[in-house]
């Protein structure tokens, strides 16, 4: 059993930044990727930014230059900076990882969402 556990979402103006984090905890043998998606009232989930295990990113072309993923290996975390925020990136945003549990099977986990809010 895998869990994802995000924090960091809430209240921004406009221009301002936030940062989220997800950490994994449970029993698994690897994680592949890990990232945040994001789905707005009435949209379909997407894709913010990703990484992978090999330190690969990718990122959606609406959130270059102002988001920037990373990790902690170590503390299995992931983080998401989000700057010069704008009211279009009011979502909840969601924690993602691909990992291989113990039973060797490949498992997409997500976590339970956080709130990002951009308004004034």
């Known amino acids: 059993q895998v869990q994802l556990v995000e924090t960091g979402g809430g209240l921004v103006q406009p221009g301002g930044s936030l940062r989220l984090s997800c950490a994994a905890s449970?029993?698994?043998?690897?994680?592949?990727?890990m990232g945040w998606y994001r789905q707005a009232p009435g949209k379909q989930r997407e894709l913010v930014a990703r990484t992978s295990s090999s330190g690969v990113t990718n990122y959606a072309d609406s959130v270059k230059g102002r988001f920037t993923i990373s990790k902690d290996t170590a503390k299995i975390t992931v983080y998401l900076q989000m700057n010069s925020l704008k009211p279009e990136d009011t979502a909840d945003y969601y924690c993602?990882?691909?990992?291989?549990?113990?039973?060797?099977?490949?498992?997409?986990?997500w976590g339970q969402g956080t709130l990002v809010t951009v308004s004034s």
């Open positions: 993602n990882a691909q990992v291989q549990s113990i039973q060797n099977s490949l498992l997409e986990v």
């Open positions: 449970g029993s698994f043998l690897s994680i592949y990727h």
